[in-house]
């Protein structure tokens, strides 16, 4: 009897130890010593192991797993506070119910839409790119959230992408370039960026049952580098794992990408998060890399509709902890890396306070919208216009709020400024004038959120046409405002556009006012590409973007020559959608496969999709396949003229090849040019794309000047993925930098060898 208590005794002390009873492990919390979580003098390793020590197995477990709808526990017990999320990329969410997507009814929650990543993507300036991170970062510290769920950083591989619009187009160098300051700023407020999707979340079209099969070259090449660059070099303190599949495996519990690529080969120290819903099994959450699992719809009918305890990574995992399916370490390792999460964020004493609708964020929003703006051609100098005569604005994107819809993306403003409000403010001398031209999408709610705009117009499309026809013979210019809008099928989340056209019979639209119009300004407003049949009429073609509260502000901006366009393309523009590389159904949207899988509790019916293109995607393919664009990557045209003089080239391959590229301005007035770098390879052992961008800087000039632009290289910009060897190869032999000021204007060549 007396043996059996001192086990029994002797096995509580045991357990009581390994769980780490309160009070049990670590430094006494007793008297005056601060204990050592608490203090900030020492490291967050120190402080993220004291901790742990402390916790009980509940406590590590309940760190895992959301307790909210965008919240997840923090501990109680040791004065940990919880954690708390919010979307999105381009602004900070509206505050919804605890355990609901609808609103919360905040009247203080009112953002700064800050322009889509395609704009900033489209300004190629990394200086706007911290600039961005930096105000977004102050919102979502101001409105008390500690984890920003943005950017996503998905590669543009078709331009049907729902969500391309949140993205940063389709090269990643680009994408690589440009994540890298907008993470440093928004965490510079101690603040963590989540980088999303990751990976290959390329499409909305079936996105939680499609399968990704694509080559490992590729993959490295192409569809990982961006978040390679926002982990490696911007220090992301957290990863949100996407829908899909890859390889057949839910890319939030995928041993390879998660386990073998993110932590172990990058070395990534902060916390994968699942999507919202994006975990289904618990062994596999516990032993592929989940860290922190949101917004899982458990169907456990014992549970209510969110059941936070039925988690894959609550009760199931603690359950697995205590009967030993599951040991400590894996536990402990999801439970250090959330620690440290805390510790940089909600539990640094020294953060900054953050601001919210600021001047300064305002003004953010309206450069940065300004300098993505891309003028694809401009015949005639018909832009700028001046602020003179009669003008006819035309399009329902010319007044129709954009801030609101396209999925988890949607914010809620204090004041959103349209284009024609824009045009109105700026063009005090002109008469402006306005006409519907179409009718598209007039509801103007996402989630509770309403424009509060009436759009309805019972005219039919002929009479808008004619009304519009009749306006346009009257008036010295025609501005038609038009694109794609953040209503489902379009630039939205959780589908994808079933057509590259322009959609409500805008191409009629803009064919009749080409016909009677004197002057004519086509602006595009659109997350992707769209088809341009009317392009040799119009001569002057703007691709706008989704730029938020001072959209109308950027728009007017360039349409009068205060602010020079200097905007690139980050995505290819195609003459039809057969031209794009994914244009078989295995290729897009996937095969579905005869059975049904399970998806969690589901049955599902899987879909599989080939990247069989490889790495031909975007401008490389256009390449490869000799098809010539609408518009190419990189391109964008200024107010005023610049000539690239003769590179001169100094160092090498292997410590840095400078080339000093000399730049003018050859024009009349300031203005800021791209100036781009492509690498062609020689003779190679394997296939390569014609030409890959392996450097840019973006240049401010006066009327005249001329400054040197210096663009560095190394062996990354030579190598290609050795899939079979899972190297980097810098091969040697023979290489061209292409230099230029757009993927197809590239009058310098500088022949090197490595
Ligand atoms: C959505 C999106 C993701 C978002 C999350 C929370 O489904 O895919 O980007 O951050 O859920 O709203």
């Keep these: 009897m007396k043996t059996r208590l001192i086990l029994s005794l002797m096995l509580a002390v045991v ?18 010593d601060v204990p050592v979580f608490l203090d900030d003098s020492k490291s967050i390793e120190e402080r993220v192991e004291d901790v742990l020590a402390r916790m009980t197995v509940e406590e590590k ?55 889509a990543l395609t704009a900033l993507a489209a300004s190629w300036d990394p200086e706007l790119s911290k600039l961005y991170g930096q105000s977004i970062g102050q919102e979502a510290r101001y409105r008390k959230k500690d984890v920003l769920l943005g950017p996503g950083v998905n590669i543009c591989r078709t331009p049907l992408n729902g969500r391309s619009f949140e993205y940063m187009g389709e090269d990643p160098f680009l994408s690589s370039t440009m994540v890298v300051p907008y993470v440093q700023g928004v965490q510079s407020n101690g603040v963590a960026a989540c980088v999303k999707h ?63 690529i993110l932590k172990g080969e990058w070395g990534f120290d902060g916390v994968v998060i699942s999507d919202w819903g994006g975990a289904h099994d618990t062994e596999l959450c516990v032993k592929n890399g989940l860290d922190l699992e949101f917004g899982t719809v458990t169907n456990n009918p014992a549970a209510a509709s969110n059941a936070y305890s039925n ?16 040991d400590m370490k894996a536990l402990d390792d999801k439970a250090r890396r959330v620690l440290r999460l805390f510790f940089r964020t909600v ?9 919210f609708v600021s001047p300064e964020h305002i003004a953010a929003a309206r450069k940065i919208g300004a300098e993505s703006i891309v003028l694809l051609k401009n015949d005639g100098g018909v832009l700028p216009l001046k602020d003179e005569g009669k003008i006819l604005v035309v399009g329902e994107n010319a007044v129709k709020m954009m801030t609101v819809g396209g999925g988890s993306s949607s914010l809620k403003v204090k004041k959103e400024y349209s284009p024609l409000e824009g045009i109105k403010e700026r063009f005090t001398n002109a008469e402006i004038v306005y006409e519907r031209g179409y009718v598209g999408d007039t509801d103007g709610k996402f989630d509770g959120v309403s424009t509060g705009q009436d759009l309805l117009d019972n005219r039919s499309s002929a009479q808008l046409i004619a009304d519009a026809v009749t306006a346009a013979k009257d008036v010295d210019c025609v501005i038609f405002i038009g694109g794609l809008n953040k209503s489902l099928f379009q630039d939205a989340e959780g589908e994808d556009r079933k057509s590259y056209d322009l959609p409500y019979g805008q191409d009629d639209v803009i064919e009749a006012l080409c016909a009677v119009a004197k002057k004519m300004v086509v602006v595009i407003i659109s997350g992707n590409a769209v088809a341009m049949p009317w392009v040799d009429k119009v001569p002057a073609i703007v691709q706008d973007w989704y730029l938020g509260s001072e959209a ?18 980050p995505f290819t523009i195609g003459k039809q959608l057969s031209d794009y590389p994914a244009s078989t159904e295995a290729q897009y949207p996937g095969i579905p496969r005869p059975e049904p899988s399970k998806m969690g509790v589901q049955d599902v019916t899987i879909l599989d999709e080939e990247y069989s293109e490889g790495i031909y995607v975007g401008y490389r393919w256009f390449d490869h396949a000799s098809i010539a ?34 730049v003018k301005n050859t024009g009349e007035v300031a203005g800021s040019e791209v100036v781009q770098l492509y690498v062609s390879a020689g003779d190679s052992a394997v296939e390569r794309a014609p030409k890959e961008l392996k450097g840019f800087s973006k240049v401010y000039l006066e009327p005249g000047k ?24 810098a091969e040697k032999g023979d290489y061209s930098a292409l230099i230029g000021t757009a993927s197809d204007v590239l009058p310098k060549t500088v022949e090197f060898k490595y």
């Design 198 to 260: 990751y990976a290959l979340n390329n499409q909305e079209t079936n996105r939680f049952v499609t399968n990704v099969k694509v080559d490992e070259r590729t993959l490295y090449e192409i569809y990982l580098p961006a978040f390679k660059a926002a982990v490696q070099k911007g220090g992301a303190w957290a990863i949100m794992g996407s829908y899909n599949l890859y390889n057949d495996q839910w890319c939030c519990q995928n041993e390879y990408t998660l386990n073998g």
């Design 311 to 326: 988690y894959y990574l609550a009760d199931p995992f603690l359950e697995g902890v205590k009967s030993g399916e599951f």
């Design 629 to 662: 664009p609408e518009f190419a990557f990189g391109h964008g045209l200024s107010y005023t003229t610049f000539e690239i003089g003769d590179p001169k080239v100094s160092g090498s391959i292997e410590k840095g090849l400078t080339f000093s590229i000399p």
């Design 706 to 729: 001329t400054a040197t632009v210096k663009i560095t290289i190394d062996k990354d910009a030579i190598s290609y993925f050795d899939a079979g060897k899972h190297v980097w190869v």
């Design 61 to 115: 477990v309940a760190i895992l797993h959301a307790q909210s709808k965008f919240s997840s526990a923090g501990v109680p017990r040791l004065g940990i506070p919880e954690l708390w999320t919010s979307d999105g990329p381009h602004g900070i969410r509206p505050e919804v119910l605890w355990d609901k997507w609808s609103q919360a009814g905040w009247t203080s929650d009112s953002c700064t839409a800050f322009p």
């Design 15 to 32: 357990w009581a130890a390994a769980c780490g009873q309160p009070g049990q492990r670590g430094k006494q919390a007793a008297g005056n």
């Design 347 to 355: 539990m640094d004493r020294n953060r900054p306070y953050g601001s």
């Design 552 to 569: 109308g502000h950027s728009l007017a901006d360039v349409l009068s020559g205060d602010v020079n366009p200097s905007g690139k393309l």
